[in-house]
């Protein structure tokens, strides 16, 4: 297994991942443009609570797209089933 040492929001982080080199950047890459767009408000607000409203919002895109596949998983089983193209005849 892979081992990435990189920064992210100023911070080295090391850990090991069976995921390539360009989905850990481009996740890197996501969380330092969505960090930079929090702190654009200019309001003062701490870097902890960034981070916080961050996890947060990440978190609630992926309920949404879990929710969504589902949805589309549902849908197309209930299509399946339909056999709208006749095949079962």
Known sequence: ???Y????LGH???FKTDADGERIEAARALLEGRFKELSKG???ISK???L???VLSLADDYLESDARLRRMEERLAELLKSDPLGLDA
Request: net charge neutral; glycine share 6%; hydrophobic share 45%.
């Open 1 to 3: 297994m892979p081992r």
């Open 5 to 8: 040492t990189l920064t992210v």
């Open 12 to 14: 080295e982080i090391s």
């Open 42 to 44: 200019g309001a003062n």
């Open 48 to 50: 902890e609570k960034l």
């Open 52 to 54: 916080i409203f961050l």
